[in-house]
């Protein structure tokens, strides 16, 4: 397979609300560019990128793949990503390798939640955006509706360079605003033929034109001075200026398409090379020796270096790591270095290209390009491979903090090692995931994004690894502090036959701010404690504090100041005084008034305004504060702080209030402390489970 030059690249992420087509365009536009010989469809499971049976069966992305096309002697690579809430952070990692954000949006729900977040990240990283409005040839699907949410939500310097002839059902192909021609399309096969505007669309195109003009116009000073002595600008101003513009992140072009049709693909095409930058124009970003910001070049001629953005667990060909050649080249068979796990050495292998699960090996691959290897022994996700001594790192791609916790245990006994192993392998996957064990009721946990994150997780291990699981209730996961200081003693003293033990020590606890976790101090003046043995009275209180006091639950956001004690010269040991640090820790929970903790979700609800004040009430109704409404056409979003502990059973209360229309998406916030009358309960409950488990137990 040919290898291209940074120049010849374009690296672009394909990113939109869940449901908006992102699968089927990408689907279509390698039907249309040639670089598969069948259009794939969604209904049928036989689209290039979505080729994981979870992904079939559920007719949605769940993880971002990569395929590519030829286009101009150019060569795109394409990465199709995830649009529900529960997997944006998938979308994220694409964005981090992209030079550029193709956004599609829906022409009937024109911007949605999603939109918005992913609008957001990729202004956060400056890319320059290309606006796809898909599925124009469906029913109440309007550019001027879907335009004008765009306007609102996103920017207002998004410009159409486009305008669709015919309207719905109708739609058959776009009025090129740049070049002043009409393209129309057969239906499915793609075919395209170019004409004349129809006479209906002279003025609404030349209006628009205009507009884009002036826009362009308004981008760049020179532009402008040319733009009021002249009243226009020349073709080849409008096209250099509308490149510029555009990659500078000035102005942002609308194209129109039908993905399902295969209506527009090819202007789609033509906008992707001539409007987004090359590897070679736009640096990657990067971080030097002292932590500054820096931008690499990419050039072929530079040592080598490469960032790590996916790994898939893949239970056949092992783990696929999926990089960018950021400088240099990489070459098939070479060994070369992990600077992020103290330069160690990795033997590539043979270099993959990806189109979706199709693996084409190639003997190198250069500065800018999008690639991938099989079976590197120990790189993973956020890894730098680059030339030993090498001092810039490349900021890693931050992942979210799970939000909900499912207790898991395998339907057969035997499974329980092939949990552990099954699972690591989809944590490096996965960042977003968490798997553990609860150090207070010993249960196995996954942690997700959400009930869907967690469904489709438990659903790999069974189709991937065999390993069948049952979900138990989400477990909260409450904290315990204290809201007082005081002192306290342990002491420890037992006499036995020979030896004895003896540990004594005196300890001051104090309450710290949300978000401390623990403090420990040692304040040991004079030798009361032999130095050797503070750093288990510390354990002791490490311990101690891990099972909390009033229900289980640790003990968070406090200081433990050691300050005097004694010894026995012969009787004391590290035991000794873990015991006293745990029995002294005992001692200050008894007086220093401690209190539960549960955690807090950002919570944000999006369903047509009908039902806004119901679900306002509902909220309020599950001790949430509303901190906000914002209306979108006939859509609300409610934003409002919600205890994780209320929001347990919201997915079935929001589907049956709305209908199935509304959605929503929660993250953490904060921890804060539990109304006494529901202390009680919290406390209860917990000895409750602890006792069913010291009877299965005994």
């Known amino acids: 397979m040919k290898v291209y030059d940074a120049a010849a690249i374009r690296n672009v992420a394909f990113v939109g609300h869940g449901g908006c087509g992102k699968t089927q365009l990408v689907s279509t536009m390698l039907f249309v560019a040639g670089a598969v010989n069948r259009l794939g469809k969604v209904d049928d499971g036989t689209t290039v990128t979505d080729f994981d049976e979870e992904e079939i069966a559920r007719k949605h ?11 101009q002697q150019t060569k795109i690579n394409i990465i199709d990503t995830p649009g529900f809430a529960n997997f944006l952070s998938d979308a994220r990692s694409a964005l981090r390798v992209a030079e550029a954000a193709a956004v599609v949006v829906d022409a009937v729900a024109g911007v949605e939640v999603q939109t918005e977040k992913l609008w957001a990240e990729a202004a956060a990283l400056n890319l320059p955006r290309i606006v796809v409005v898909n599925r124009l040839e469906r029913e109440r ?9 765009l306007h609102r939500d996103c920017a207002r310097e998004i410009v159409p360079i486009q305008l669709p002839l015919g309207t719905e059902r109708d739609f058959a192909g776009v009025v090129d605003l740049v070049r002043m021609k009409a393209l129309r399309f057969e239906p499915d096969t793609g075919k395209m033929t170019e004409g004349e505007i129809p006479a209906d669309l002279a003025d609404q195109a030349t209006k628009a034109r205009e507009e884009l003009l002036e826009m362009v116009a308004e ?23 509308l490149r510029t513009a555009t990659v500078a992140g000035r102005i942002f072009p609308l194209v ?17 090379v001539s409007y987004v ?20 070049k990419a050039a072929d001629g530079s040592p080598y270096s490469a960032f790590v953005w996916k790994t898939i667990a893949d239970p056949f060909a092992g783990r696929i790591t999926m990089l960018r050649v950021v400088a240099g080249t990489l070459k098939s068979d070479a060994t070369v270095c992990n600077v992020s796990r103290d330069a160690a050495s990795e033997r590539l292998g043979h ?14 691959l250069k500065a800018g390009d999008l690639g991938a290897v099989a079976k590197l022994k120990d790189t993973h996700t956020n890894d730098v491979i680059a030339e030993k001594g090498t001092k810039f ?23 329980e090692d092939k949990i552990s192993t099954s699972m690591h392998r989809l944590e490096e996957e996965d960042p977003s995931i968490k798997y553990m064990r609860d150090p207070q009721t010993n249960e196995l946990l996954l942690a997700g994004q959400g009930q869907l994150h967690i469904e489709v997780t438990v659903a790999k291990l069974k189709r991937r690894f065999s390993v069948e699981v049952n979900l138990k209730p989400p477990r909260i996961p409450y904290r315990e502090t204290i809201t007082m200081a005081t002192e306290a003693h342990g002491r420890h003293k037992k006499q036995t036959g020979g030896h004895g033990q003896f540990g004594d020590c005196k300890i001051k606890v104090e309450p710290l701010p949300r978000g401390s976790n623990f403090e420990f101090v040692d304040d040991i003046f004079g030798g009361s404690i032999p130095r050797q043995f503070v750093p288990a009275v510390e354990k002791g209180i490490q311990d101690a504090r891990m099972r909390g006091f009033l229900a289980g639950y640790p003990m968070v956001d406090f200081r433990a100041t050691v300050f005097d004690g004694s010894f026995h010269p012969v009787d004391s040991n590290e035991l000794s005084f873990k015991m006293a640090g745990s029995l002294a820790f005992k001692d200050a929970m008894s007086r220093a008034r401690p209190t539960i903790l549960e955690p807090i979700m950002q919570v944000e609800v999006y369903a047509p305004s009908d039902f806004a004040g119901d679900l306002m009430g509902d909220l309020n109704g599950r001790r949430g504060r509303i901190a906000g409404m914002d209306t979108r056409g006939t859509m609300t979003v409610i934003r409002a702080q919600v205890p994780m502990s209320e929001m347990l059973t919201y997915e079935q209360h929001l589907t049956s209030a709305t209908g199935g229309r509304g959605t929503y998406h929660m993250e953490y916030s904060h921890y804060e402390e539990v109304p006494q009358m529901l202390q009680a309960k919290i406390i209860s409950s917990s000895k409750l489970a602890h006792g069913h488990e010291h009877a299965e137990a005994s």
């Open 351 to 364: 270099l993959l290209v990806l189109q979706g699960k199709t693996q084409t090996h190639v003997p190198e």
């Open 219 to 241: 981008a760049d000073e020179t532009l402008m001075e040319s733009f009021f002595a002249e009243g226009t600008l020349t073709q080849e101003q409008l096209v250099s200026g």
């Open 141 to 149: 699907a309007s550019l001027e509706r879907t335009l004008e949410s």
């Open 393 to 415: 790192r490349f900021a890693p791609i931050k992942f979210p903090e799970p939000v909900l916790a499912y207790a898991i245990e395998p339907k057969s006994r035997g499974d």
């Open 277 to 296: 930058p090359s590897p070679a124009e736009r640096g990657f970003q990067a971080v030097d020796a002292d932590g500054a910001d820096a931008s690499i």
């Open 256 to 272: 129109c398409t039908s993905g399902l049709h295969a209506l527009g693909i090819q202007p789609l095409f033509d906008a992707l």
């Open 61 to 71: 992305t769940l993880s971002s793949s990569l395929a590519h096309a030829e286009w």
